[in-house]
């Protein structure tokens, strides 16, 4: 079965530090671009957080994350992370990875709607 698995969720601290993990299995990941994406409660849309090529060279960031996520890749693992520093209550959230085996080395994509393949997420709070 192919399938993403997301790990790391949990309660944290404003200003704290967490690490989300994602595992890919059933098939290689390697080609695939790959993207975190997250949803608050309550809202139907998927927010863009950051997203990775598969060489890894080129990475993107959502004005939120930037400077303060780092997106990387293990490909010889099939694995994706996501460090997050210096966390905000506004970064609670169910976050979910996902593949993208179609744009290409060069484009990553932010629309969700472009990402053939989901986990199934993790939650992420952060207290005040």
């Known amino acids: 079965q192919v399938q993403l698995t997301e790990a790391g969720g949990g309660l944290v601290q404003a200003g704290d530090s967490l690490t989300l993990s994602c595992l890919g299995s059933?098939?290689?990941?390697?080609?695939?671009?790959m993207g975190w994406f997250r949803q608050v409660a309550g809202r139907q849309e998927r927010e863009f957080v950051a997203a990775i090529n598969w060489l890894p060279t080129t990475t993107h960031y959502s004005d939120s994350a930037k400077g303060r996520f780092i997106i990387s890749r293990d490909n010889s693992e099939n694995m994706l992370y996501l460090v997050m520093n210096r966390m905000k209550p506004e970064d609670s959230a169910v976050y979910y990875c996902?593949?993208?085996?179609?744009?290409?080395?060069?484009?990553?994509?932010?629309?969700?709607?472009?990402?053939?393949?989901w986990g199934q997420g993790t939650q992420v709070t952060v207290s005040r």
């Open positions: 996902a593949s993208d085996p179609q744009s290409g080395a060069e484009q990553l994509q932010t629309d969700a709607r472009l990402y053939a393949l």
């Open positions: 059933g098939r290689n990941f390697t080609f695939d671009s």
